[in-house]
């Protein structure tokens, strides 16, 4: 896995359980688009410089590694693991 850079963080999208609630097994294909347009993400890594701006964080860091966040949604830069 990368290490991030900088003020970047590492996370990983929720990919669901690939099973519909009745019991379809849903496709690939299906699941790569649930986790694209999903906004909930397990915090994996954090870069050093995360939340190192005092002015922008004075009560400290939002969150820390294994903490589930929430961003926007096709935020950020995508890639196969």
Sequence with gaps: MPNPTGW????LPFAGLGVSKGGIVLTQDHVDRERLSTVCAYVVKMGPLCYK?????????WCKPKDWVIFARYAGSRMEI
């Design 53 to 61: 701006d005092e002015d922008r964080y004075p009560t400290g860091p």
């Design 8 to 11: 970047r963080m590492l996370i």
